[in-house]
């Protein structure tokens, strides 16, 4: 089964990281061993579901993971590390919270669910609060509106692959939807957007979490790039209507509609963007 979920990375470059961890990391871009790009999503995948159908499960890995996503612009490396065993306890620590008792023994023993609280408490007793920021930003089954405010239309990277006779185009190999921008781009974006809506709507509870992104963009290197990687999501859209998503621009045009008194077209871009992920959600209910 393929996870149905949308990613935003951060990739910092290799001067960001601390001189021990430098070597590192390049000679991991020169291995040739490490997951390629290509089928990462699926390494990771499939190391989550091996933990989760053992016996007895395992909510987080033993050990934080080794690997990286990679890019190279120029002769300059960018590093985003999987950091697979941090966000797996965030996100058990969220499920727990969650998810009443009973539900929650159904599915991962008590004894395990307490020793992965206690495990997760002293790794931030002993690394600190500044251990615990993550490169990547995950969501299923849709991806959130303030995560296109980062991004410009032509920042868009489509590719719909090629399927072989009598498949169906949705599994085609090489099939994704990519966004790339600089973190000075994004930051300047994120900005602009808090400034629109403060001014025009006011309540920050209507800013769509857009200022969560804009701080989050800030805990990074300045010199870093930001990516939207539409991930599993693309095997749920056919190709009319991967071609058809626009809606980092249909945002950017409800966020200067706004701006310029265009309020009918600010509501109606806004609208196209959330009712095409709302159907998208609905998959979830169906699944």
Request: hydrophobic share 40%.
């Amino acid at each position: 089964m393929l996870p149905y979920a949308a990613y935003l990375r951060v990739y910092e470059p290799l001067t960001a990281f601390a001189e021990s961890e430098r070597k590192v990391w390049a000679d991991y871009a020169d291995s040739r061993d490490r997951p390629r790009r290509a089928n990462a999503l699926n390494a990771e995948h499939g190391e989550s579901v091996m933990r989760l159908l053992g016996m007895p499960p395992q909510p987080v890995p033993a050990q934080e993971s080794p690997n990286a996503y990679l890019r190279r612009v120029e002769d300059r490396l960018y590093v985003c590390p999987w950091q697979t065993r941090l966000r797996s306890w965030l996100a058990f620590s969220r499920l727990r919270g969650s998810t009443p008792v009973k539900l929650m023994d159904r599915l991962v023993p008590k004894t395990i669910a307490e020793q992965t609280a206690d495990d997760f408490d002293k790794f931030k007793r002993q690394a600190g609060s500044s251990a615990l920021r993550t490169h990547i930003r995950t969501t299923a089954w849709h991806v959130p509106p303030s995560w296109f405010v980062p991004f410009d239309g032509n920042e868009r990277w489509l590719v719909l692959g090629s399927a072989a006779p009598g498949q169906d185009v949705t599994t085609a190999t090489g099939r994704n939807l990519i966004y790339v921008t600089s973190m000075a781009q994004a930051r300047r974006r994120a900005a602009r957007a808090l400034n629109v809506l403060r001014r025009h709507l006011g309540d920050v509870s209507s800013n769509f979490d857009v200022e969560d992104i804009a701080r989050w963009l800030e805990e990074f290197h300045p010199h870093s790039l930001v990516e939207l990687d539409y991930g599993g999501l693309v095997h749920l859209m056919n190709d009319d209507a991967l071609q058809a998503d626009q809606s980092v621009a249909e945002l950017a045009a409800a966020l200067t509609g706004l701006d310029t008194g265009q309020e009918e077209l600010a509501y109606a871009m806004y609208q196209r963007v959330i009712l095409r992920w709302k159907s998208m959600q609905q998959l979830e209910s169906a699944n």
